[in-house]
């Protein structure tokens, strides 16, 4: 594979290999930044706050239940086709091993034995709330919820804007258009 052929269409695998020759090629320079430094612990932290909201509120009982009990069912397979390699490189700079394969064929690229396998999630993971969660938990623990996920995808989303700036800075221009269409 041509590393500067992938794109948002590539097949999962090869956004992978995209995001891991990118961390292998440029992790020195980015770590190197001191506001993707910065973005980064504030989206660790950010990550922690809206997990314990989480947690406080109930979700994660409900969600361990209905794995254990109904086999869940909002995490399917095609759902990685959301990510960018963008967002693939921040959970390398998260420490996040990528899998190199599917753990079950009806599920997404991303669930492991133990949930999902990714640090910094896509927008519509991050925001999804099925039914059962919605009927069950009360509005108010809701939206202090959403407010902790609101943060998280505010930072989320000006460390992807500072890693493409940096980036175009190490990459020539000429080259920067295809290979960064990921
Ligand atoms: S979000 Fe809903 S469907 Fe998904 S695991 Fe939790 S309870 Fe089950
Ligand atoms: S939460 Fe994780 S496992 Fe579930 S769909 Fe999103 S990326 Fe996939």
Not at 27 to 46: F, M, S
Not at 54 to 73: V, Y
Not at 137 to 149: C, T, V, Y
Request: hydrophobic letters at 35%; aromatic letters at 6%; charged letters at 30%.
């Amino acid at each position: 594979m041509n590393i500067n052929e992938v794109s948002l269409s590539s097949p999962i695998e090869e956004k992978i290999d995209w995001a891991e020759h990118c961390y292998k090629s440029f992790r020195g320079q980015l770590i190197q930044d001191k506001p993707i430094v910065d973005y980064l612990k504030r989206l660790v932290d950010a990550i922690q706050a809206s997990h314990k909201e989480m947690g406080e509120a109930g979700i994660l009982d409900i969600c361990m239940d209905c794995e254990k009990n109904e086999g869940g069912s909002c995490c399917g397979a095609g759902l990685e086709n959301k990510y960018d390699g963008w967002l693939l490189l921040i959970n390398r700079l998260l420490d996040v091993r990528l899998p190199r394969k599917r753990h079950d064929k009806e599920s997404c690229f991303f669930l492991g034995e133990s949930g999902c396998l990714l640090k910094a999630r896509h927008v519509i993971c991050v925001n999804y709330l099925c039914k059962k969660i919605t009927d069950r938990i009360d509005p108010d623990k809701l939206n202090a919820l959403r407010e902790k996920e609101g943060i998280e995808l505010d930072i989320l989303f000006l460390l992807n804007e500072r890693l493409k700036r940096i980036l175009r800075e190490l990459i020539p221009s000429s080259d920067y258009l295809t290979w960064a269409n990921v």
